[in-house]
Nanobody, 123 residues
Framework: QVQLVESGGGLVQAGGSLRLSCVASGGTAYPMGWLRQAPGKEREFVATINWSGDITQYADSVQGRFTISRDNAKNTVYLQMNSLKPEDTGVYYC??????????????????WGQGTQVTVSS
């Protein structure tokens, strides 16, 4: 069983930056991802990274603005968010893939979740 703890969320003005962190304990040799849920909307994929960190994929809405990375020595996954927009507002969740292979895009591909961290971008 893995525990995932996110941090780094907060309130930022449009155009600003935040860096989210996700510390994992136990069973971390898996692809990881960030997903978010805006008020009144379904949870959506943001970014994913494979175990070795050399494969990353992003949602079109964040491509070029967000960067996912990981430090396996620290069991930590990061999401650097730049040029933030009000539509980036939501609860951001760190998640671990059910499979050790490749990357994961869909919510059902993730089996373990953090508690979420709130990101609010003001206009």
């Amino acid at each position: 069983q893995v525990q995932l703890v996110e941090s780094g969320g907060g309130l930022v003005q449009a155009g600003g930056s935040l860096r989210l962190s996700c510390v994992a304990s136990g069973g971390t040799a898996y692809p990881m991802g960030w997903l978010r849920q805006a008020p009144g909307k379904e949870r959506e994929f943001v970014a994913t990274i494979n175990w070795s960190g050399d494969i990353t994929q992003y949602a079109d809405s964040v491509q070029g603005r967000f960067t996912i990375s990981r430090d396996n020595a620290k069991n930590t996954v990061y999401l650097q968010m730049n040029s933030l927009k009000p539509e980036d507002t939501g609860v951001y969740y760190c998640a671990r893939s059910r499979s050790r292979a490749g990357v994961a895009f869909r919510e059902y591909e993730y089996g373990d979740w953090g508690q979420g961290t709130q990101v609010t971008v003001s206009s």
